[in-house]
């Protein structure tokens, strides 16, 4: 079934992630090269025979991957950079690590290859080579579910793509296996396949796990829409147990989004509900809504690149009312505007647990970010992540935004790219940033239309901080004497400052032409200084 995906209000970049099968091969064998040929490490500590360098090289490669995959998942709105960034250094660190290891004991191999697979509890296809999976491979790819005794809990059947023969023979293996499943992975398990094949694939898949008492189901990257959420039916209806359900690039349209809210009896026990790039619109966010008011207990809720609007985001934000356990909520991508903005400051008071927030492109304005940023600041005591970006937010609201920020002194991550906070904006915020928050990594400023002294003054600010790690203030108009302080601020530590190739020296209005615009921003500074952000009202 074709995947549907979200039209994107931001300007084309090209994806740097993620990398392709073949390039990802290409790695592999350098890493095996790396393990097997002369160097100093393998002088050292000795060089791994072919077999287990590539052994080694898979899972390191594969490690790698799914660590950058995960920042990028974090991160759905770049270009991939940062992940390609960590996928490289994974890798280097995780090679070094292999290579002082160096090559196993005999004894350790005949040891491992003696290993009782009969404790093992995770059942994993899909570190395989992306592929159609036919009944004759399936044979012999689900033949440990077979064995007696085996103890699988949780099974994995992602990224490969089941037809009918497969499935059919999948078949009798679950319903022998579902008494004792507690997680089944069924995402991305039917690519490819014709439309009416698919669901006959899930509607097998389905009847034979239903009754199975689950605790987590991730039907994720299937293209559901409805006829996919209804083919998953029996399922579906017999779960009352569920702690997690992932739904995510699964075209849950308003009638997928009302089927899914007709089938799932009971949500009591849910803690994790994933509903990132759908195409649900208002009215599906209504459906959606009612899983979440039925959702006592929930703690991570993603609702991300969902088209919801005004009258969708009141819903969700009412619906979150219910939920006083929530410490992760990812609402990103959508249009809830002001309307949306202020009715989530109403839900907000409730959250106290809430460690993480991402609120980056609902088209908040400053009426919205204010009345989000003053809830904020009453509650979430231990948030670590805050992040709002793409939302218009201007200097107006740069006071909110910064007293919330204040008082929120275990912040790890700020993100405010992409609004017109500028410099006095950036100059309060900073200043929000000088007391305590030792635990701060990472401050995301870019496009912010920051000129020399907004960055000269939340440079100076981070630098300071212990376990700080990354400033982006790419993307602003900052002159190049103001380039020139920023990189002299961070000259002990420069792979903290992330890259200014995009910022734009000459990108400032016509003053700056004329030599008014440094002693403008020299002004305001100096009128900055005794600038004191309030934690209180």
């Known amino acids: 079934m074709d995947s549907t995906t979200n039209s994107q209000r931001r300007p084309f970049s090209i994806k740097l992630w993620p990398p392709s099968e073949s390039t990802r091969q290409v790695l592999v064998q350098r890493l095996t090269n790396n393990l097997t040929s002369n160097s100093i490490f393998t002088q050292k500590y000795g060089a791994l025979n072919k077999e287990e360098a590539e052994e080694n090289a898979e899972k390191i490669e594969d490690i790698a991957f799914n660590t950058a995959n995960e920042q990028y998942d974090r991160e759905p709105d770049g270009d991939g950079g940062a992940a390609v960034q960590l996928y490289a250094k994974e890798c280097s660190k995780l090679l070094l690590e292999v290579l002082k290891r160096g090559p196993a004991a005999k004894e350790e191999k005949e040891l491992a290859s003696d290993k009782d697979t009969s404790s093992e509890t995770f059942f994993d296809i899909s570190k395989e080579q992306r592929a159609f999976i036919e009944a004759e491979e399936a044979e012999n790819l689900l033949r440990p579910l077979k064995e007696p005794g085996n103890c699988y809990t949780k099974i994995c059947f992602s990224n490969r793509s089941f037809g009918l023969g497969a499935a059919r023979v999948a078949e009798p293996i679950l319903v022998s296996l579902k008494n004792q499943l507690k997680e089944a992975d069924l995402s991305d398990f039917i690519a490819g396949r014709p439309e009416a094949e698919a669901l006959e694939v899930m509607k097998i ?56 809210c007709e089938l799932i009896p ?11 790039n759908n195409m649900t619109g208002d009215a599906g966010a209504l459906a959606i809504s009612e899983v979440v008011k039925r959702s006592p207990v929930l703690e991570d809720f993603r609702c991300s690149s969902t088209r919801v609007g005004s009258e969708g985001g009141v819903a969700l934000s009412e619906a979150l009312e219910s939920c006083s356990h929530l410490k992760k909520l990812d609402l990103r991508d959508n249009m809830f505007g002001v309307e949306g903005g202020v009715a989530l400051s109403k839900a ?27 809830a904020l600041k009453e509650s979430a005591p231990s948030l670590e992540v805050l992040e709002m970006a ?11 935004i910064a007293a919330c920020i204040a008082a929120k002194q275990h912040l790890t ?7 017109e906070l500028k410099d006095e904006g950036t100059i309060q915020v900073s200043k929000a ?34 376990g700080f790690m990354l400033l982006n203030i790419n993307e602003n108009i900052i002159s190049d004497d103001g380039i020139d302080e920023v990189k002299e601020i961070f000259k002990k530590s420069p792979d903290m400052l992330g890259s200014l190739d995009e910022n734009d020296p000459e990108g400032g209005d016509d003053d700056e032409e004329s030599g008014e615009g440094e002693a403008n921003e020299d002004e305001l500074e100096s009128k900055m200084k005794n600038l004191e952000v309030s934690q209180e009202e």
């Open 433 to 466: 940033l000088e007391e305590g928050h030792t635990l701060l990594k990472e401050v995301v400023m870019s496009s912010n239309f920051i000129r020399r002294a907004g960055a000269r003054h939340l440079a100076q600010v981070v630098i300071q901080k212990p």
């Open 205 to 260: 898949f389905s009847a034979a796990l239903e009754g199975s008492v689950l605790k987590s189901l991730n039907l994720s990257n299937n293209a559901l829409g409805e006829k996919g959420v209804r083919a998953f039916g029996a399922l579906l209806k017999s779960q009352s147990c569920l702690e997690e359900l992932y739904l995510m690039n699964d075209g849950i349209s308003e009638e997928a989004a009302r089927a899914i």
């Open 348 to 374: 907000l008071p409730k959250h106290v647990d809430l460690v993480e927030i991402y609120l980056s492109y609902l088209n908040l304005e400053d009426e919205g970010a204010i009345a989000v940023a003053n």
């Open 390 to 400: 793409g939302n218009d937010v201007t200097a107006d609201a740069a006071p909110s």
């Open 266 to 276: 009971s949500t009591e026990k849910l803690k994790v509900l994933h509903f990132h």
């Open 413 to 419: 991550k700020l993100n405010l790219a992409e609004n």
